[in-house]
């Protein structure tokens, strides 16, 4: 997409695996410096992740973040001080079903509960848990489509994947553009203030409803048509490129 007009951008929300961190899980010093600098200038960082409050607060730690976090693909909202500002369920029954589902096309899966992440195994009890995604690890294409086609028929799941191998469920209506959103009106900002950068289909809505949308150099094909702008990919600073044409230059 052409952009004839650079975006005034406010806030910059950044996916993690395959975008912030390179192939070793970790964060550049490339891209440290330039979330810093963006950050002098008053522009607010907001890490947007698939993954859990868990998995993902040593990053905000270490990187200083003083913001909003969006986690589990907006299924959870934090606040600058940690506190919950906001969760969206599945459905347990749901829960339940999608774990039927992965027995019977024997796929390996994982589910994140407001507790725990569970991975190929679940706990007894189901309803013991609050439950914000599941997600399907599925090597063979064919399994896949199916498994994929099995939920679209179900039409009450939000479907994504962070890897041409998975497939990653939420609650219908639930996205990180939507985690983005409210982001947006605690600050009092707009999402046309906003620049959004991700690698993969759970991106996809923060890439298209915020100002400026940029795929990663490794984005799969689809997360690149849907972007305004492509950069370098995780393991080339793809962010900090990003960040230095965008919001520092």
Not at 29 to 34: L, S
Not at 60 to 87: A, D, F, H, K, M
Not at 177 to 193: F, H, P, R
Request: charged share 30%; proline share 1%; net charge negative.
């Amino acid at each position: 997409m052409l952009i004839n007009k650079k975006p005034d951008i406010k806030l910059i929300a950044l996916d993690m695996d395959g975008t912030l961190l390179d192939d070793r899980h970790e964060v550049t010093e490339e891209n440290r410096r330039a979330i810093k600098e963006a950050e002098k200038r008053g522009v607010r960082v907001v890490l947007s992740t698939g993954r859990s409050l868990k998995t993902a607060r040593d990053y905000v730690l270490s990187l200083e973040l003083s913001s909003y976090l969006v986690t589990v693909n907006g299924g959870e909202i934090w606040g600058p001080n940690g506190e919950l500002v906001q969760r969206s369920k599945v459905d347990t029954e749901h829960i339940q079903w999608m774990f039927e589902l992965s027995q019977k096309h024997k796929t390996g899966f994982w589910a994140t509960s407001s507790e725990n992440v569970w991975r190929n195994n679940m706990p007894k009890d189901l309803f013991s848990q609050e439950w914000i995604k599941f997600g399907f690890h599925i090597e063979e294409d064919e399994i896949r489509e199916s498994v994929l086609k099995e939920l679209q028929d179900k039409d009450v799941f939000e479907i994504s994947n962070s890897s041409l191998k998975n497939i990653e469920v939420n609650a219908l209506g639930i996205n990180k553009a939507v985690g983005l959103q409210k982001v947006c009106d605690l600050l009092g900002i707009s999402m046309d203030n906003v620049m959004a950068v991700g690698d993969s289909l759970n991106d996809i809505a923060m890439i298209t409803e915020a100002g400026l949308g940029v795929a990663m150099g490794n984005a799969q094909e689809t997360v690149k048509k849907a972007a305004d702008d492509v950069t370098g990919t995780n393991q080339d600073n793809g962010v900090a490129q990003a960040i230095e044409k965008w919001v520092l230059s």
